[in-house]
């Protein structure tokens, strides 16, 4: 593990205004509920729970939300990004949170809703939080890549653990070390956020009934899809897409 770095925590939601800020340090910021905008320099990103940014150090960037939300917000001295292993990190600064991240975060937001927590546990939670997030994505050399490609092309297919294993030639046993090694996740959990995903790009963008949504996202039914948004994103298909709209986007 890299030396631990200089780091404040603090918990913060965001209202509709966009607040523009710039600032020597890097932060993480990583919803815990709700839903988050982020302008990172002209890129933009939704983050919620699955979801969170890295804004490097001196980066312009401005945050919004439309609804409830709050989120855990690192700050991160810049210099732990100047070499080493999490330099990487500043290359894609929005990140799908894995189980392992998504653990450690809800962890933290935890301790910080009950009271502040004492700065020797921050300092050792975000190195290993940094660690993990370095960890979940697909290595170029990924016997996964090909296959994680094809079911991001069509999610809604009828996906199986053995499908998977038969796609990526690899046997069902080999398949699930696969992604715990290269995502520190399940076959099946890496399914259904990419599964997730593609509802809430349909959602926001176009006007196709949630029931339509649902199957063509691989979901048995409207209501699978909404157990699913609750357990992971605590909204509703209905509640996320109202919130769109209200955000500005237009179904086509």
């Known amino acids: 593990m890299t030396t631990q770095p200089s780091c404040d925590l603090h918990l913060r939601s965001y209202d509709r205004i966009h607040w523009g800020d710039r600032h020597e340090y890097a932060q ?61 990190l500043l290359e894609r600064p929005f990140v799908t949170l894995g189980p ?62 053995e499908s998977m294993a038969r796609a990526a030639n690899l046997s069902v046993s080999r398949l699930h070390a696969r992604f715990r090694e290269e995502l520190d996740s399940t076959p099946h959990a890496w399914l259904l956020t990419c599964r997730l995903d593609r509802a809430r790009e349909l ?13 063509a996202c691989g979901f048995a039914d409207q209501a699978g899809l909404t157990r699913a948004m609750r357990r992971a994103l605590d909204t509703t298909p209905a509640a996320y897409r109202r919130a769109s709209c209200e955000n500005g986007t237009k179904p086509q």
Do not use: Y
């Open 100 to 161: 392992a991240a998504r653990k450690l975060v809800e962890f933290m937001g935890l301790m910080a809703g009950e009271n502040a927590p004492p700065r020797a546990m921050v300092q050792g939670w975000v190195p290993l939080l940094l660690d993990t997030l370095g960890l979940d994505a697909p290595r170029a050399t990924s016997r996964l890549a090909a296959l994680l490609a094809r079911i991001e092309a069509a999610p809604g297919q009828a996906w199986s653990t």
């Open 203 to 215: 959602l926001a963008g176009s006007a196709r009934s949630v029931a339509d949504i649902a199957l």
């Open 28 to 88: 993480l910021v990583l919803p815990l509920h709700g839903e988050v905008l982020l302008d990172i320099e002209e890129r933009c990103g939704r983050l919620d729970p699955l979801h969170g940014a890295l804004v490097a150090p001196g980066a312009w960037h401005a945050q919004s939300s439309q609804a409830a939300n709050g989120s855990l917000i690192v700050d991160v001295d810049g210099a732990a990004f100047h070499s080493g292993p999490w330099q990487q």
